[in-house]
């Protein structure tokens, strides 16, 4: 059998963008999105979402032994601003702890347009509002390009080589070498 590329996550499933973009609508009451592996994989999964304003909503369900990513919507003086969470446990294997900076980066181009990233191992890292004195004083996302920016970066990367479109979803998107729909 062949064996799978643990280089890159693996963010093909079209759901990862959809919650990833539920998170993002202000119109949605979705506040936070929580990814992690399918096991003995590098295949990204939702482990789980929700609705509380509270960090720790999403953090309760982060494990010591786990890598998880998250993405959570801040309201801060009537502005929504985002935060990026790179999870990798103190009880991480060796391996899984080899890939977690490599996959990080990934995730964090996916997971694009956060005010603030936040490295963490335990949940003393993960402080709300250490988070929320971090968001006030930031004044642009990372990442975070205009409809058409993303145009013309699709028109551009369409015949370029797919070395890097391990990113994209699906198959019709991985030509593009682009995240978005």
């Known amino acids: 059998p062949k064996q799978e590329d643990m280089s890159r996550p693996d ?3 079209e759901a990862l963008f959809d919650a990833f973009e539920d998170v993002r609508n202000d119109k949605t009451p979705t506040n936070w999105v929580l990814y992690g592996y399918v096991p003995r994989t590098s295949q990204i999964r939702i482990d789980c979402k929700g609705e509380g304003t509270d960090m720790y909503d999403m953090t309760d369900n982060m494990s010591d032994g786990k890598i998880h990513y998250g993405f959570f919507r801040f309201n801060v003086n009537g502005v929504f601003k985002f935060v990026y969470i790179a999870w ?9 702890r080899g890939t977690f900076n490599s996959h990080a980066v990934f995730m964090s181009k996916f997971l694009d347009g956060y005010h603030v990233q936040i490295n963490a191992r335990t949940e ?4 709300e509002d250490e988070i929320r004195t971090k968001l006030k004083s930031a004044t ?14 699709t028109e551009s990367t369409a015949a370029a080589s797919t070395s890097d479109a391990g990113i994209a979803f699906g198959q019709n998107k991985a030509d593009s070498g682009e995240f978005t729909k």
């Open 124 to 127: 003393e890292d993960l402080d």
């Open 88 to 96: 990798c446990g103190e009880g991480v294997s060796g391996m899984k």
């Open 11 to 13: 963010i093909r499933d």
């Open 140 to 153: 642009a996302s990372h990442g975070r390009r205009n409809l058409k920016a993303r145009e013309q970066s």
